[in-house]
């Protein structure tokens, strides 16, 4: 009641105005907020230390003034509706955003997304399918962990991460083929966050990126929303234009005085062409990018979806000893997205950088998720789990490969794998694709959200993971079936 | 072996000089990582499908060369360090680096910590003490809530956070006397990251921001490093200096064409003075931001430690219907830090906007974290657990409060509870007075870090959420018996 001991009483007035007026003036100031419950005329003459009579006096007064309300059998409410409208402060805050909010902003595609119906057949998600997921492993990880070092991992941690995952981790990059002897890991929130983090660091406002032609929608985000300007090489049926990348290099190296910063790419399973780069071209890229030495940014993505027996090593394996390749990996896109963790890989120098900046965003990843998930993958949870998904997205691949090829017309289909398909189609508007189809209880992506330069009209990616074989056969043949209406 | 069948054998050299080259030239290449395993002899020759005498010469060569090497028993290796070494390719990320990153670094004050010894009484840290978590009951939350929506909660969620949590944290918003009607909640990786995402959205380089001297060093290093212009305000036994305040802003308004942008303020058991801003004083500084059109950030740091009989409303329940204050609230500081779970409370446009920057830089917070969070507080777990821990600090706080003024001779003391108690000497160097202390094994936390202007050199804050009564007394009297060493 500590509002309330602060009204001092004079000789001059009647107390009940006196009264009166001190609750008024506290409402109207809203140190008594709007609708929350005063004392009752009992508790407040005590608290003010005068008659019961003058209270409920004050109170009748404050009533017939519109300034509280009584709810019988619930007590008496302040009301300070009208004096809060005719006060309200409102601050343009369209005016105070910044490019960055802007961007991010607009390109936030989820703020534009056509509105969820049941029974929609939807190839939008390339998310994994939860179902898959070891529950009882999950739990049995949760339990030992917490009785294990419970208090540690529900208390503050350190940024860089839970020291027991980045061993796991650093040893799991190993069996990749890369050197980890001068390297060093940071967890973060996900991919997206290793690569927000990394650029935060390294880039300023109008510097050069290079990256993949369609790429990875919420990368090209990133670098808009930081200012970047981005150097577009195609990817195709036949994967990477050198051609056009080398051309790019060139002309840049001989017009531009500044330099390029960074090369982001996406070698296995590609998103959103589901493209996997050849040996000898992961080579190719890396040591063109060594030669002009603008440093790789690899995303890691999906990479666990290869087969283990192919001799397919990321391009960070190349960079053994040196400092050129930043590699970002994470399991959220397989397994327990919803916990968001991710890691960077790269040069000690540069993770120590990068834990310090991740020690000013937001201190560091859950260390209570970071535990979990160290505990599931070391008790042999994540090899089992990889050999399962393995199988199953591989069928669901081939079986939606084939349904492609045999209901919808394209110029052409690309994946390797993975969890989605990319259809370039002959001339026609995915987004009116799409809206026709979504009339038919059917959805994907449209194309031209992963494009840098607004092409892509025509193509559309398609994710599978989490559809039946029915609904997968189903849904494409309704795709296939809608394209003849929009063939001019 | 995908990386082998590319060799095609000619007619003019020898088959094993041939397979030697190829080896060679892709470990040189780094295409067979430095210590992998080559297949053996009988593989290769089945590969290549020449004999294996040809094989095993090649691999004989090779090994006088030193580009491969055997271990028995275990199998032949790729030996490719030379070749690394001095082919290493090397970016200088220094000069990569951009202000942000060097002020994030400059500013890390974990990466100058005194080395931890074993037996230390450390009044450093103020997070909570974690034997006061109630484990039962989280492992509950966490079975409940896996068992009930599993599937949801590990997988992708949406950026403003997990809903059920949301409206809970609305309604417990309200409890507070706060109107929510047009207001909205974003959840975040704790405090931390609540101000990084609402400044980056907001601000640009040399914007201004007011804030309390001292304050919270994190913020502090989030304003510098976002490059803002500090306008500080002391704070000292009387709690904020309104006259100070006020002439700042007369000074600037005369002066600058530019505008304040934000007020940063922590009203309640403030880091690190530990002073409770008044009902009247919270009344006057909203106001006074309101009429220079300053929109107010309020810290709820700790506000959950207040008694809840008190009638001290945070400074946004002034704000009903009026779009001028962001509260930036987290339990992580007295519960479950390890999990990092805060949120940003705000008009629905201003959180809105947040969203997709949410989403620009980590998609989401662990919805796994986010439900057990939920379940345990929806289960009534949270208020049970304040009613413990304000009585467990409330009885250390008075307890250490009564040793420092036995045993300390200060200028002034302030602190009103909370987790900590702020301490101005008189004349001694608080970082002179922290080397000797550490040679006896007690240390704190030297005051000037909390300071925006280099001051603070005789102050010092001491936690002692973790310490129990015995160490707290031990602790402060040996604080108190090293003075006397320290004065002139």
Redesign the interface.
Known sequence: ????S?LKLNDTEPIYIQIKNHISDMIN???I????KLPSTRELSQIFNVSRNSVILAYEELKSEGVIYSISGKGTFAN?QNT??N?????N??N???D??KI??K??I??SEIPWKSDLISFK?I??N??L?D?EE??KS??NR?SLE????????Y?KGYRPLINYLLGYMNTK???TSNKDILI???F??GL?ILL?????KGDYIICENPTHN?AI??FK?LGLNIISVNINKDGLDFKMLKNKLNNFNNKKDTKI?FAYITPSYHNPTGVVMS??NR?EFYNLM?KN?I?IIEDGFNEELLYS?????PIC????????VIYIGSFSKIL?????IGWVFG?K??I??????K???????????QG?LYDYLSNGGFEKYVKKIRKFYGDKFNFAYECVKKYIPTEYILGDGGLHIFLKLKNIDSRILLSKCYEKGVIFMPGDIFYIDGRGYDTLRLGFSRLSFEDIEKGIKIIGDTIPDLVQ
């Open positions: 009641m500590l509002l309330f602060n100031k809203g140190l907020p709007n609708n929350s300070s809060i409208l006060n309200a402060w409102s601050i805050w369209d105070l955003e910044n960055y909010s991010a902003n390109m936030d989820v703020k998600s998310s994994p939860g179902e997921f529950m999950l739990k949760f339990l917490i419970g208090h540690k991992i529900l208390n503050y941690g940024a083929g890369v050197d973060t929130n996900g997206t966050e927000d935060s660091s390294f880039v300023e919420t985000k990133i929303a910063k040996p000898e080579y060594k030495n440093a027996s192919s001799h397919i090593f394996s190349l960079d053994n000893l040196s400092n050129g327990f997205p919803g916990m968001r040069d120098s540069i120590s950088k990068l834990e310090s900046v020690r000013c965003k937001n201190i560091h990843v859950s260390f209570l998720d979990i």
